[in-house]
Structure formats: structure tokens, C-alpha cells
């Protein structure tokens, strides 16, 4: 079983749907939890990061964390053709000296 | 805020040559860099988490005498390649890490090609 897994995809919504990212992660410890997206041939920004149960929102984008069944997702609203990018979830565990755990990234078309 | 740069962007070099790359953070200070490889349309690979003054920690199966990391300063660390070959040829990628958060800021990457 993989530390962080996530559907690869690929996800397709039209413009203007909501787009749901989802990730799952096998560690109990994980404490920080992150999304990133990354476009094709460039390096990956982040975007959202949240610590704790419950939602977090910024603009279109909302996290969702629930810890005990060690899920973590991300919705996109109002989805526009630019959200098309590979999304990577990534785990912190403390012990872990500071490297987040990344998933492999759903990929994410948002049709016109 | 938490501007990364890279550099060079892209490099093309002679089998059994060696490439600096050198990773920066411009307005912060990073106690931690990363550095990542990538290869065409897989997954993020972490090659070596490097800490200000010590010595890096390289992960499984990434060779440490040809991936040379250093991390002089608290805005600066470099990968040097050496005695590339061309399955070397890929997308490197740092990262750093303020000091507070586990929150990581990418660099552009830098696209290695090894003739």
C-alpha cells in the first residue's frame, strides 16, 4: 500500500462544474497535509495546506481533512479550462524530518 | 512572498561532463531544500532532503558521489551531476522549506539533457 494515494485520473469536468480531488494517506501520524498543482512541463506550486479536521477554503478552492478516516480532498469550484494541471496531495508525519510524503497526482481536464 | 529560482532553467551537456545547479531562495530564509527528480509524465521523486551546514540525507537507491548536494547558506544550495550520462537526462527540481511550516515553495526546475 502506497503512504499517499490518489486517483491518477484522468478527472474531466466542464467549465464551471466542481471539480473533487480526492487522496488517501496510511500514516496515523500525518499532521500537515498540502495540495500542489502542477502543470505540464513545469514545477509544482502550492496551493493549499491545511493541519487540522474540517474545511479550509481560499478563493475557489476548498480542503477537506478528515483525520480519522485518514482523508484529505480538495474541490475546485467554478472549475475554468486554466485549473487543467496535475494536482499532487502531500503528507507530512513530524517524525518524518520534514519531507512530505507526495502522491502520484490525478490529472485534471477541464473541458470548455 | 516565497520566491524560489533555479538556475539554469535548461542544460545540455556531454556524456561524462558534470552540471551545477544551483537553487535559491529569494525571500526567505530555508533551514531545509529538497531536491526532486522528474521523468516525462511520472511522479515526483525525492533524490535528497539537504540541511543548512550539514551534511545531506540521501533516499534510497540515489548515489550520493555522483549527486553532489551542498548547502552552503540559508538561501542557497546546489546539485552538481557528476560524470552525467544520458539516463541522467531529466527535470530536476529544488524546493525549500521555511523554517516554521512543512509548507514547501518550488523552484522552476531545471530540464537537463545529457548528449
Known amino acids: 500500500q502506497k503512504e499517499v494515494e490518489q486517483n491518477s485520473g484522468p478527472l474531466s469536468v466542464p467549465e464551471g462544474a466542481i471539480a473533487s480531488l480526492n487522496c488517501t494517506y496510511s500514516?496515523?501520524?500525518?499532521?500537515?497535509f498540502f495540495w500542489y498543482r502542477q502543470y505540464s512541463g513545469k514545477s509544482p506550486e502550492l496551493i493549499m495546506s491545511?493541519?487540522?479536521?474540517g474545511d479550509k477554503e481560499d478563493g475557489r478552492f476548498t480542503a477537506q481533512l478528515n483525520k480519522a478516516s485518514q482523508y484529505v480532498s480538495l474541490l475546485i469550484r467554478d472549475s475554468q479550462p486554466s485549473d487543467s494541471a496535475t494536482y499532487l496531495c502531500?503528507?507530512?508525519?513530524?517524525?518524518?524530518?520534514?519531507?512530505?510524503?507526495f502522491g502520484d497526482g490525478t490529472t485534471l481536464t477541464v473541458k470548455p | 512572498g516565497a520566491v524560489v529560482s533555479q538556475h539554469p532553467s535548461r542544460v545540455i551537456c556531454k556524456s561524462g561532463t558534470s552540471v551545477k545547479i544551483e537553487c535559491r531562495s529569494l525571500?526567505?530564509?530555508?533551514?531545509?531544500m529538497f531536491w526532486y527528480r522528474q521523468f516525462p509524465k511520472q511522479s515526483l521523486m525525492l533524490m535528497a532532503t539537504?540541511?543548512?551546514?550539514?551534511?545531506?540525507?540521501?533516499e534510497q537507491g540515489v548515489e550520493k558521489d555522483k549527486f553532489l548536494i551542498n548547502h552552503a547558506s540559508l538561501t542557497l544550495s546546489t546539485l552538481t551531476v557528476t560524470s552525467a550520462h544520458p539516463e541522467d537526462s531529466s527535470f530536476y527540481i529544488c524546493?525549500?522549506?521555511?523554517?516554521?511550516?512543512?509548507?514547501?515553495?518550488f523552484g522552476p526546475g531545471t530540464r537537463l539533457t545529457v548528449t
Open positions: 502531500a503528507v507530512n508525519i513530524k517524525s518524518n524530518a520534514g519531507k512530505s510524503t
Open positions: 525571500d526567505f530564509q530555508a533551514t531545509t
Open positions: 491545511i493541519y487540522s479536521n
Open positions: 524546493s525549500a522549506r521555511p523554517g516554521a511550516t512543512y509548507e514547501q515553495y
Open positions: 539537504s540541511n543548512e551546514g550539514s551534511k545531506a540525507t540521501y
Open positions: 500514516d496515523r501520524g500525518s499532521q500537515s
